[in-house]
């Protein structure tokens, strides 16, 4: 996958969440999601907040150097909800064509970018294929939290292979920001897409994860239990990654227990069935737009 690929999955899941969101009357707007304390319109805000940040970054602009050394200086995690908060605030259709024209200022400033530059970021740097397709697995998590609050299901796509692919990617950072060794044993993924397969790790790998590729970006975002999903587990290894799997960065957090959020089950490639808003909140999971492999191509 190249920077123009990656582009184009994010301009396609980015429009499958705007149209979900586009005619919702105001007061929908504020309806809560299952991610603690926002609304759908501070899973908008988030996303916008994202890209304005990213753009500043991918662009030189020196405003992103000087948000590093403030929060470096004065660590706030709350940064990330307040800022959320503020930009909710407007009103939806402002909210909305704010998004969409940051979105894609993003997308120019990622196509004009050298492919090889390294782009500083909160954490290591990363290449703007790291990032255009970290861009893609967020804007997927959050679309499914949109969709939870919602009740609607969320249809699977081929953009799920580079959330599975971020997944994999990120299965050490699970296991380091935990403090815990990784298993020493290979573990092969293979998941049903819909117009075809992803695949990763060794063929005769001695442990496995089999099945549906919406189930696996699901768990790898902290957005449903792996007993909630179409997944085989095999091994130990694997099934201890599953419990910890976390494709974004920041501090450990905890996916959702079996049944908190669904449950929802998905056949073959299709589209998941009973994604609903049911159980209790979860606690946020406190993804920045970056996924937590470093400057590592994505």
Known sequence: MDVNEALALLADESQRLDAVVADLPAEQWKLPTPATGWTIADQIAHLHWTDLVSVQTVRGDP?????????????????VDEEAHRLAGQAPAELLAQWRAGREALAQ????ADPAAKIAWFGPPMRPLTMATARVMETWAHSLDVCDALGLDKPATDVLAA??????????FAFASRGLEVSTAEVRVELALPHGSFAEGPADAPERIMGNAWGFAAVVTQRRSPADVDLAIVG???????????????APTQGPAPGERG??????????????????PLVRTPAIGAPAVGSANA
């Open 63 to 79: 405003a992103f150097a000087a948000l590093v050394a403030d929060m470096r200086a004065d660590p706030r995690p709350a940064l």
């Open 236 to 250: 130990e290894g694997a099934r201890h990654w599953m419990e910890i799997a976390q494709a974004f960065a920041g």
């Open 109 to 112: 400033a990622l196509a004009a």
């Open 263 to 280: 449950p929802a089950r998905t056949t073959g490639a299709g589209r998941a069935s009973g994604a609903s808003a049911t159980g209790d």
């Open 163 to 172: 959330v599975a692919r971020i997944g994999c990617r990120t299965r050490g």
